[in-house]
């Protein structure tokens, strides 16, 4: 049997200055050590983005666990804030510090060390998949969906996965995520007329026009929450003319919305209705507003079932909590994963992930790492 230790690669991890899109050498690690497990290691390199797929047993065999996360991380910020070296992994009173030292070098270096431990002591019948990315902090387009577009070339399959991200809000194993809302960011442009202040009916004003959908939308109740799902929710993030004078009657105005929705929507349901409030603001005012939609993924939900129960019971087994199954939270690349396959998020307690300082309790690496272990050989039993 092969011993990894969690901590000691979480270290390692958290040393190499992986900000996306760089890689810092994390997944090289990762290789070597997948590698040396007998793993068969593939890069999935695209678009400038770093990308490992692991497989331990037979390509497309029925019973494939798969475990997916990131290596990259946010960058530090005010690096003069922080009260030790980002990337030095240094431990401190029980805890390890580190950008990524939550979110989420130590989750993958926990599954890695269960996943070795299994494969190299009592080799299951079924094969173990690790599917990780450098591209999930910023735009995700060359990251998990790059694995999973080569994995479909390639005839590989996973026939459950389990994301590691962190889920926990305080305690480790209070919470599983079964599903996640929908996100998308809409962005408004109204265009009038320029003018001085001093004389309005020769301008055309775009800012009262835009003032008055952004509230209509602001006022909105998009529903009641649905039965795995809290309210939906639409946010004002931007308001602006960029207009320093005071004088001016800009001639455009921009605002942008984000909305977190749930499966009573999808996003081209709430691109309709974005664009019926639009068109009634201009049909009032006569002031052209151009609207432009991103979405970031829609709602998904795994129903709670044998994978859930698979999950919350090895939790139950090792901390004594009974987690509870939630949606909540922002998106992650479970929304790209539950296209693939039936798909559950379990992870640390997430309360210091992307702030100074950010920071791990040694402990929990360890038990995270006997959770994910459990899992395995509950799974392949």
């Known amino acids: 049997m092969t011993h990894i230790d969690p901590v000691d690669l979480t270290a390692r991890l958290i040393r190499c200055p992986s900000v996306t899109p760089e890689d810092g050498g994390a997944l090289d690690l990762l290789h070597d050590v997948l590698t040396d497990a007998g793993f068969a290691c593939t890069r999935v390199d695209r678009g400038g983005i770093s990308n490992l797929f692991a497989r331990w047993g037979s390509k497309g065999h029925p019973r494939s666990f798969g475990f997916n996360g990131h290596t990259d991380v946010v960058p530090v910020g005010d690096a003069a804030a922080w009260t030790c070296d980002p990337f030095q992994a240094e431990i401190r009173d029980g805890m390890m510090l580190g950008r990524g030292a939550v979110d989420m070098k130590s989750g993958v270096a926990a599954f890695v060390a269960a996943a070795v431990q299994l494969v190299t002591g009592t080799p299951p019948d079924g094969a173990v998949i690790l599917a990780i990315t450098g591209d ?71 800012v009262p026009a835009l003032a008055r959908l952004v509230d209509r939308l602001a006022q909105a109740r998009l529903d009641d929450g649905t039965a795995q799902f809290d309210p939906s929710t639409l946010a004002v993030t931007t308001f602006d003319t960029g207009n320093p004078a005071t004088n001016v009657i800009p001639a455009q105005c921009r605002a942008t919305v984000n909305i977190r929705f749930n499966d009573a929507h999808s996003s081209s349901t709430l691109t309709e209705w974005l664009e019926q409030q639009r068109a009634a603001i201009v049909d009032e005012t006569g002031i052209e507003i151009d609207v432009r939609v991103a979405v970031s993924g829609e709602s998904f939900v795994t129903p709670p079932g044998t994978l859930s129960d698979l999950v919350a019971t090895a939790v139950t087994a090792e901390t004594g909590l009974v987690p509870v199954l939630s949606t909540s939270g922002g998106t992650s690349d479970a929304r ?30 360890l038990a995270l790492t006997a959770i994910y272990g459990r899992i395995l050989r509950d799974y392949f039993a």
Not at 336 to 356: A, I
């Open 136 to 206: 999930e902090e910023a735009d995700a387009i060359d990251g998990t969906r790059a694995l999973l577009d080569w994995m479909d070339a390639a005839g590989e399959a996973m026939t459950v996965c389990l994301v590691g991200e962190p889920t926990c809000p305080d305690r480790l194993g209070e919470m599983i995520k079964i599903g996640r809302r929908g996100s998308m960011n809409i962005f408004f442009t109204a265009t009038g007329v320029q003018g001085h202040a001093a004389y309005p009916h020769r301008a055309k004003n775009p």
């Open 336 to 365: 790209f994963v539950q296209r693939h396959c039936p798909v559950v998020e379990f992870g640390l307690v997430g309360r210091s992930m992307h702030q100074v300082d950010e920071q791990v309790e040694v402990a929990q690496i």
